[in-house]
């Protein structure tokens, strides 16, 4: 980054010719005089003030450096402060944040995210949230913020109104220092994207003239092994992003030797997100062949630590582990089953109907509803409405060609057709990977659980070898790792360890 402002050069006096620029220097320490003092240096006064009141809320106060930090980094990402962004993750993470809470804090798509977020955590997060964007904070939050700041205020002998007043100067100060920032581009930065915490990098991998796959990679450290997932049909990559700060650095990270635990591959099936709509067939051995692609490309050693999909997703993961099992040491199927039950074509063909006859607006609130049953907490009434909404969201943004392509795909699937059959033969391959089946306990009112867990007892039997094992997930529906995302990492975290 340039050391000047877009629009006005840095004033930098040389030591001992300012004294307001040797205070400046005695606060920042062996950093020295930043883009931002020289740009505040054109009047000296602020820049004096600006020095006092930043020096009193960063290390006069008896709010806790991670807290403090967490609130910052939040306005740089909601204000699109780069710089602000990249001059405070270390310090944050030189006061206990995370990979995971940094991602949480970055990820500005989505709700909040209860499963790696503390309580106060969370409610720091919410209080800096709408006091940036709609500045007016909602009674709620506040209230929420207050109770969590309570033991806080026991112990450091305080009545927890200095706290909340702390709290705000925080947000309030740091929301003046990003909009000082970008308003007049110092340091050149205003255009820049606010760095995610890992290396995040997308790719539009060409298959054939006819089709392209768009990929995400976020790699947390060269040496850390690779997770690779395959969305559910109607949706796209993003639908992990709930589960991405668990796996990208769970608790007890610092026991590996890098930063996170794991890197991440991510793509959008053909026909979803940003992938194209190919005009040929798209079948599960074809989704699989993909799959394999992404690693062979993307991945430098080649292989993956686990492949994990969910719905049409999760077939594909079934069909990629019987056709490359050594392109992975394990695999995770969600929701799904080994072929397509002979009374769902027929529905495949009533849901494509309806999303020509009445939109894929109208498609979307069926399959949300059916995804979310009541009592799940993303289901009507449920405290998570803010996720069904999200998914709701991708749905009505896929073309209905696209929702066609991958329909055509779980209308006609037989993993357990003989090899001599042009099949794949799913039960009688695999015995050198392990594989976990998944259901939400919701999904199909059970029925899906069931079928998943008739599934493993056939593959046993069928292959005595296979390592196969079964795990629900209760009050979830078809997409656990959305709903109930703690109870799915309570189930895959283990088994990851294992490979």
Not at 61 to 88: C, K, Q, S, T, Y
Request: glycine share 8%.
């Amino acid at each position: 980054m340039s050391s000047l402002s877009r629009y006005v050069p840095g004033r930098f006096p040389e030591p001992g010719t300012s004294p307001i620029a040797d205070r400046i220097r005695e606060r920042r320490g062996a950093r020295g005089l930043t883009p931002l003092d020289g740009t505040l240096l054109h009047v000296p006064a602020v820049a004096e003030g600006w020095n006092t009141l930043l020096g009193a809320v960063r290390t006069k106060g008896a709010l806790p450096g991670d807290v403090r930090e967490l609130m910052i980094l939040r306005v740089a990402a909601r204000n699109h402060a780069a710089f602000e962004w990249i001059h405070h993750e270390h310090v944050g993470r030189d006061h206990g944040l995370t990979t995971a809470h940094l991602w949480a804090i970055r990820d500005t798509r989505n709700p909040l995210q209860p499963s790696v977020l503390s309580p106060l955590y969370a409610a720091a997060l919410a209080f800096a949230d709408h006091s940036t964007v709609s500045v007016k904070v909602p009674q709620e939050v506040m209230v929420e913020l207050r109770e969590q700041l309570k033991p806080l205020a026991s112990r450091v002998n305080l009545p927890v109104e200095d706290l909340l007043v702390e709290a705000a100067a925080v947000v309030a100060s740091y929301n003046m220092v990003s909009r000082f920032l970008v308003s007049l581009d110092i340091a050149g930065s205003a255009d820049n994207h606010v760095p995610w915490p890992v290396d995040a990098r997308e790719y539009n991998i060409s298959l054939d003239p006819d089709t392209t796959l768009h990929a995400t990679t976020l790699e947390t450290h060269p040496d850390a092994p690779w997770i690779v997932f395959s969305n559910s049909l109607l949706t796209n990559a993003s639908m992990w992003d709930w589960v991405i700060p668990s796996i990208i650095a769970p608790s007890g990270e610092s026991t590996w030797p890098f930063k996170g635990t794991y890197n991440i591959l991510l793509h959008d099936q053909r026909g979803h997100g940003k992938s194209s709509t190919p005009l040929t067939n798209c079948t599960m051995t074809i989704l699989a062949h993909d799959i394999a692609h992404l690693i062979s490309s993307l991945i430098p050693s080649g292989k993956a630590k686990c492949v994990i999909g969910v719905s049409q997703g999760g077939a594909a993961v079934l069909a990629f582990g019987a056709l490359y099992p050594t392109l992975t040491s394990g695999i995770i199927s969600c929701d799904t089953g080994p072929a397509t039950p002979p009374a769902n074509v027929q529905a495949w063909k009533d849901r494509i109907a309806l999303a020509k006859t009445e939109g894929i607006d109208k498609l979307a609130v069926v399959t949300v509803d059916r995804w979310f049953p009541v009592p799940s907490r993303c289901g009507q009434g449920g405290s998570r409405p803010g996720r069904a909404a999200a998914v709701a969201k991708m749905i009505e943004t896929t073309t209905i060609p696209g929702f066609e392509l991958g329909a055509g795909a779980l209308m006609a699937y037989d993993l357990v057709k003989p090899l001599s059959e042009n099949g794949v033969d799913l039960l009688h391959t695999a015995t050198d990977i392990k594989v976990l089946l998944v259901a939400g306990s919701l999904d199909g009112a059970g029925a899906v659980a069931k079928g998943m867990k008739g599934l493993k007892e056939n593959w046993v039997e069928a292959t005595p070898a296979a390592k196969v094992d079964f795990a629900e997930i209760p009050g979830a529906g078809h997409l656990p790792m959305i709903d109930e995302t703690e109870g799915f990492w309570d189930v895959v975290g283990p088994f990851l360890r294992t490979l």
